[in-house]
């Protein structure tokens, strides 16, 4: 390879591509793991393989690569592999990209019209004893959980009708089903939402379809023990646009937002949609049902958080001038009006993550990361810029909120949440840090209910890992 990888943000410092695809037995461990820590942790990292066709790129467009950090008995592996997607394969054989702009397939190579443009780089989802790498324009690819092996692309069993698959799917931890949806179900810039649900044996129940009120960037959705709630914030996606080779999101603010809700296990045409003033969110924290009320927790900003949407809208927004807060929305369905009670929970961050046992219903804890500038400037990483400095635990009910800052030359990834088999032990926190002036990368593992007290333990990486996207603990059985 020739080419060089752009000289631009997305690709230099901490961001420049890693590609690396290793296995590292016994990584050094200062410190202690805790005994009752024994399983796998997937995340997934975009990486691209090749440099940018049209000289440039978003982070979102990297190849999927899956980092899987095992652990058992006190000792740390690290398995780390490229999603062998049709267009990673396409690419390695002519050792070059040939994908241009992102999620615009009319900008592609001629050689892969009508081929898979699926990266897989969003979300490892663990469900039914299977390995699935997720990106929303596309369906999933299964890998071995053991090897990361790739297995192939992922329909169910030829069940799956949808083109595509969230990477957030939601699981109840009690009944083990899977919910999900794909949007452009049926193609690029369509209306088309299809939900569906899997048992908790993986065999796919039921796909319905329906329309979204506008072609909108769903990036997530958040499921009840009664409801399930779509997302339409106005970021949007039109064909004529990709057509002229124009970019596949624009924020679109008079179009408002809308929120779907429906009873989970009922018909999508028992959907209402809520309407709200125009904000853009990505990440549902979680929701719960209380009688006629839906709760629903979620990370939002007044404009997208992408600098790439704003300026592919012509907003001229500084990441500093973007505003946001999490925030509960109340839905009350038994009131013919469309009222949404709105509370601030928190202050501005994202990647929210809870106990996978307090999903879908009501809730005390939850953590995330926040850009705190009193902690150190801003350090680009990642898909948005400035990396997150804090690590943050809050009690939803109190307000109450613990931290854990970084040191100011590094940077957090996704804490994952680890339960612990001790009686009244809130679990464990492991997130990945990024040392920007080593240019390595360490894991931090920290006590949920004591975060502020730091490591317990610190697990040293050999390299720099690239910023994750999202991580999903698959405890050993
Ligand atoms: C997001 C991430 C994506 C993407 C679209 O976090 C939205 C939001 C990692 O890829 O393609
Ligand atoms: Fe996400």
Not at 225 to 246: M, N, S, V, Y
Not at 252 to 279: K, N, Y
Not at 290 to 300: K, P
Not at 432 to 437: F, G, Q
């Amino acid at each position: 390879m020739t080419e060089r990888f752009p000289e631009s943000p997305q690709f230099t410092g901490h961001n420049a591509p890693c590609r690396i695809e290793c296995d590292i037995r016994d990584l050094v461990v200062e410190g202690t793991l805790p005994d009752d820590m024994q399983g796998t942790w997937y995340r997934s990292v975009p990486d691209p393989q090749y440099p940018p066709m049209l000289g440039d790129d978003v982070y979102l467009s990297g190849d999927g690569m899956v980092s899987a950090f095992r652990f058992e008995a006190g000792h740390v592996d690290l398995r780390m592999r490229y999603v062998q997607t049709e267009r990673w394969l396409n690419e390695r054989a002519a050792r070059r990209s040939l994908h241009g702009r992102y999620r615009n397939p009319f900008t592609d190579d001629p050689s892969v019209r009508g081929k898979g443009r699926g990266v897989a780089n969003t979300t490892p989802l663990y469900h039914a004893g299977r390995l699935i790498a997720l990106k929303e324009d596309s369906r999933g690819w299964e890998l071995d959980p053991q090897t990361l092996e790739t297995l192939g692309e992922f329909d169910f069993g030829g069940k799956l009708r949808s083109q595509t698959m969230t990477p957030h799917p939601r699981i109840d931890p009690q009944t083990g089903e899977l919910f999900f949806f794909g949007y452009e179900a049926g193609g690029v810039a369509t209306r088309d939402v299809a939900y569906c649900v899997a048992d908790a044996a993986g065999e796919l129940q039921r796909e319905q379809w329906f329309e979204a009120p506008f072609c909108a960037l769903m990036h997530d959705f958040v499921v009840t023990k009664e409801h399930a709630i779509f997302p339409c914030f106005p970021i949007t996606a039109d064909l004529d646009r990709l057509r002229q080779g124009g970019p596949h999101w624009v924020w679109e603010p008079e179009l408002g937002s809308r929120i779907g809700i429906m009873p989970r296990h009922g018909d999508v045409a028992e959907m209402r949609w809520f309407t709200a003033p125009a904000c853009s969110g990505f990440h549902y924290i979680n929701a719960f049902t209380d009688g006629s009320l839906v709760h629903v927790d979620m990370s939002l900003t007044d404009v997208p958080v992408f600098p790439f949407i704003r300026t592919d809208s012509g907003l001229r927004i500084e990441q500093y001038e973007v505003h946001g807060a999490l925030e509960r929305w109340t839905f009350d369905l038994a009131d013919p009006v469309d009222r949404i009670g709105r509370r601030v929970i928190g202050p501005s961050g994202d990647l929210p993550r809870l106990a996978d046992s307090d999903a879908m219903s009501d809730y005390e804890i939850l953590y995330y990361e926040r850009y705190d500038p009193s902690i150190g400037p801003p350090i680009t990483t990642g898909a948005v810029g400035p990396g997150f400095n804090a690590l943050t635990r809050l009690e939803v009910k109190t307000g109450r909120m613990t931290t854990l800052p970084m040191s100011p030359r590094a940077t957090l990834q996704e804490a994952v949440h680890i339960r612990s088999e001790r009686r009244g032990h809130e679990g464990y926190l492991a997130f990945v840090v990024d040392l920007h002036d080593e240019d390595l990368s360490e894991v931090f593992i920290v006590e949920a209910q004591n975060l502020s007290l730091g490591p317990i333990a610190r697990i040293k990486v050999p390299m720099r890992l690239r910023s994750g996207v999202h991580g999903t603990w698959v405890a050993r059985r």
